[in-house]
């Protein structure tokens, strides 16, 4: 089956640092792939859709200039958080769609847990 | 616009019970529905979606859902409960494969 990698799957850092998380698609090319940050308890919340070889697509109240995406290949898109503060402390979760054997299927990635101190 | 709305944030049954997670969603063109599972610090695992096809669908390990335009829901079931489904369980809404949105979720709970 298709699978999606993150990278680091912990990280902590002080406040005003930036960090940066990786996605990879491992057997598949993915040209979109998307961002989502998760609270405690609660719901997957879509950060911004992110697309090889153009700019990411923000949802509303996402700072673009905060969150740094980058989709430089079909199978790598990195999250960076700029200027880290202790309420971006979140999991963060990845998925890559997958078009093939006729289907169409957001595969997701095991998720960043980001701690900022 | 899509909204998804998951009755229960938590829900306990005995092993080898019936499960039921609800779901109902709101869509302005035909939707797209998809649950998936969360175990604890991971990411989600696809159980099963419905991309307008048969309105019964049939997913992984047992669980199955059926689309009902009717009441607009999407409730999720499995037969028999087995201790390795506690787990986070969310409910999605999507047009197409696109932006996805997920309901709260339904924490279920396997009693021995």
């Known amino acids: 089956g298709a699978v999606v990698s993150q990278h680091p799957s912990r990280v902590i850092c002080k406040s005003g640092t930036s960090v940066k998380i990786e996605c990879r698609s491992l057997?598949?090319?993915?040209?979109?792939m998307f961002w989502y940050r998760q609270f405690p308890k609660q719901s997957l919340m879509l950060m911004a859709t992110?697309?090889?070889?153009?700019?990411?697509?923000?949802e509303q109240g996402v700072e673009k200039d905060k969150f740094l995406i980058n989709h430089a290949s079909l199978t790598l898109s990195t999250l960076t958080v700029t200027s880290a503060h202790p309420e971006d402390s979140s999991f963060y979760i990845c998925s890559a769609r997958y078009y093939g054997s006729g289907t169409d299927t957001q595969y997701f990635g095991p998720g960043t847990r980001l701690t900022v101190l | 616009a899509q909204s998804v709305t998951q009755l229960g944030s938590h829900v306990s049954v005995s092993e080898g019970a019936l499960v039921l997670l609800r779901c109902n969603y709101s869509s302005s063109v035909p939707p797209y529905l998809f649950w998936y599972v969360q175990y604890p610090n991971q990411g989600l695992q696809l159980l099963l979606k419905y991309t307008s096809a048969a309105t019964l669908v049939k997913g992984i390990n047992g669980f199955e859902a059926e689309f009902k335009k009717s009441e607009t829901s999407f409730h999720l079931t499995k037969p028999s409960a087995h201790m390795s489904d506690a787990a986070e369980y969310f409910c999605?809404?999507?047009?197409?494969?696109?932006?996805?949105?997920f309901g709260t979720g339904t924490r279920l709970t396997i009693i021995p």
């Open positions: 057997d598949f090319q993915a040209t979109t």
């Open positions: 992110s697309n090889e070889g153009s700019k990411a697509t923000y």
């Open positions: 999605a809404v999507g047009n197409g494969n696109e932006k996805l949105t």
